[in-house]
């Protein structure tokens, strides 16, 4: 049964205050005694965030309430996941973060629901540091309330897991001469770069391995070259022979707080 639940952002504004550390290891909220599990956060897949556009990943996680709740009455409870990582907690409604912009509840028994939602995340105000793109961990916000409306018990707590917040990648390209005599010298240049979440722009991504990759104009299937090394301000630079018609392309793996990229395709007529 849908119980047309809405989870409140102000909640959670009041978890960036709270929890300045979070030290209790398991998914029970001890106070309360609403215990939230079968967390996953974004498909299990990293997030990956740039330096403007706001994120909404989804979430999915099982409540179960205590003894004498029913999640037949979704105003009498609050149970809420949020993400922080060291002893920094997620930054609330009034300046941004990582925290769950709303949820829905389906209701599997008289004490269990399965819910469904998604974070929210702005990056010129949830992430301030570079050194945010790493893996953070989750918590839990969990309130009961009274019948009069009034909260009655509150806890902050964590959950098992984590996910990767990595900074988004972009690559681009230029071959050139275009047209090219067949045999002749292709020079193909391009940049890696990445985002920047204190200077709110892409700055050069420097020291990557970055895979040149071909393919011919009427084929779909790209394949790898040689491979690059991206300078200190992340400019890219190879050389290679003009043989047939084709597109040109740099192609970046990814890395452990960075996303992939890839450039879209820059053809070059060899005649």
């Known amino acids: 049964m849908k119980t ?17 550390t979070l030290t209790v290891p398991a998914a029970q909220a001890a106070d309360t005694g609403i ?3 079968r967390i996953v956060v974004n498909g299990g897949k990293s ?3 740039g330096t403007s556009d706001e994120k909404a990943p989804p979430v999915t996680f099982r409540i179960t ?8 009455n979704p105003s009498a409870y609050d149970a809420e996941p949020f993400l922080y990582h060291g002893t920094t907690a997620v930054k609330g409604a009034d300046s941004g973060g990582l925290y769950m ?8 028994s008289a004490r269990v629901a399965d819910c469904e939602g998604e974070l929210y995340i702005d990056p010129r105000y949830g992430l301030d540091s570079n050194n945010d793109a790493t893996t953070w961990s989750i918590g839990i916000a969990a309130k009961l309330w009274k019948t009069n409306g009034q909260l009655g018990t509150a ?19 230029n071959a050139s001469p275009e047209p090219v005599t067949k045999g002749k010298t292709i020079t193909v240049t391009g940049s890696l770069t990445r985002a920047d979440w204190v200077k709110h722009t892409y700055t050069g991504y420097a020291g990557k391995t970055v895979s040149l990759q071909f393919r011919k104009k009427d084929s779909s299937v790209y394949s790898t070259v040689k491979t690059a090394t991206s300078s200190s301000t ?4 190879a050389t290679v022979t003009a043989s047939v018609d084709g597109y040109w392309r ?3 793996g990814g890395s452990t707080t960075s996303g992939t990229a890839t450039a879209a395709g820059d053809f070059v007529d060899v005649r």
């Open 101 to 108: 912009g709303g949820y829905t509840c389906y209701e599997t």
């Open 35 to 37: 215990t939230v599990s």
């Open 4 to 20: 047309g639940r809405t989870g409140a952002v102000a909640a959670i504004a009041g978890a960036a205050v709270a929890v300045s």
């Open 234 to 237: 992340g400019a890219l630079k």
């Open 250 to 252: 740099w192609s970046f």
């Open 47 to 49: 997030i990956i965030v």
């Open 65 to 72: 309430l205590p003894s004498g709740y029913s999640t037949a």
């Open 155 to 173: 806890e902050y707590t964590t959950a098992s897991g984590g996910v990767k917040v990595k900074r988004w990648a972009k690559a681009t390209v």
